[in-house]
């Protein structure tokens, strides 16, 4: 009778050891899908960003910038509207521990139309996620061409 008691404890004992590492697990793997989530969309909202870029839209590109203040002033697209990019490379990423904030390092080959000079540009592109939105912020300037 004894030798039961102890085996079924034992057992039991075993059950709620392997219930507890699958819970762990099951945490761990929520926690790896949101990251992954976050650096995915990351990964879409930084192309879209190089893409208005690359094509002139530079409107649109200011549009992923989080503004900090109401009167902050907007930059000059009319100057803007005289750059072309002809091509871009992203260079480097460097993500924080944490997954919430991003610097990317990109080069810009441009020209301006009155110049027919292709010059290049390293712009250091500083990413924010905010968890009240859900979403990435551009937190430095646009690309001073």
Sequence with gaps: MIIVTQLKKEADMCKFTVKGVVLILLIMGCASMQTGEKMSQFDETSRAYIRAIRWG?????????????RDEPLPDFEDYRTVRVTNYKVKQTIISEDKSKIIQIVDFQYYRMKDVTVKTLIDRQKWEYDEERGKWFLQSNLPAF
């Design 57 to 69: 839209e530079f409107e649109a590109a200011f549009a992923f910038k989080k503004l900090t203040a």
